[in-house]
């Protein structure tokens, strides 16, 4: 079996560790309760208010779900694989605090590495990514990181 060559661009491979622009989104109540809704998620600290309050949250909280409707920022660069095809290697996320209505959460996303494996259908190219989402207090609340895989 013959060494593969690289399809991995300079511009790719520089530009590992730039971070996207942050964005900074305020998380108001109704967009948690229609979320909670529309994932038909029946807990009630995401949709009853005094519930919530009982509760040890002491208020309305953001589902964990709730981050993928928080779009990032533009990217510091264009990442851009040269192959055509592209499919959603999954993600792996870590919560550290919860989200409450009222906060402010900055995102930002940064490339951390790009590989090259073969497949059956040839090169594949993984992109992974780490998104990080921020509190108004400065404490990081969650970590996703996501794989982009390339035919």
Same mark, same amino acid.
């Given at each position: 079996?013959?060494?593969?060559?690289?399809?991995?661009?300079?511009?790719?491979?520089?530009?590992?560790?730039?971070?996207?622009?942050?964005?900074?989104?305020?998380?108001?109540?109704?967009?948690?309760?229609?979320?909670?809704? @529309?994932?038909?998620?029946?807990?009630?600290?995401?949709?009853?208010?005094? @519930?919530?309050?009982?509760?040890?949250?002491?208020?309305?909280?953001?589902? $964990?779900?709730?981050?993928?409707?928080?779009?990032?920022?533009?990217?510091?660069?264009?990442?851009?694989?040269?192959?055509?095809?592209?499919?959603?290697?999954?993600?792996?996320?870590?919560?550290?605090? $919860?989200?409450?209505?009222?906060?402010?959460?900055?995102?930002?996303?940064?490339?951390?590495?790009?590989?090259?494996?073969?497949?059956?259908?040839?090169?594949?190219?993984?992109?992974?990514?780490?998104?990080?989402?921020?509190?108004?207090?400065?404490?990081?609340?969650?970590?996703?990181?996501?794989?982009?895989?390339?035919?």
């Amino acid at each position: 079996m013959s060494a593969q060559k690289s399809l991995i661009t300079c511009e790719l491979l520089h530009s590992i560790g730039i971070e996207s622009e942050p964005v900074t989104h305020e998380v108001e109540r109704g967009a948690v309760m229609r979320f909670a809704e @529309a994932i038909d998620d029946p807990n009630p600290v995401y949709r009853n208010e005094v @519930a919530a309050r009982k509760s040890r949250y002491r208020g309305i909280i953001a589902p $964990p779900t709730f981050f993928r409707s928080l779009p990032e920022g533009q990217p510091g660069v264009n990442v851009q694989s040269p192959l055509p095809r592209v499919l959603d290697g999954g993600s792996e996320w870590e919560f550290f605090e $919860p989200v409450r209505v009222g906060d402010r959460i900055t995102v930002t996303t940064k490339l951390v590495d790009v590989t090259q494996h073969s497949g059956r259908l040839g090169p594949m190219i993984f992109i992974k990514r780490e998104t990080k989402y921020v509190n108004q207090f400065s404490q990081l609340v969650a970590t996703q990181r996501s794989t982009g895989i390339s035919y």
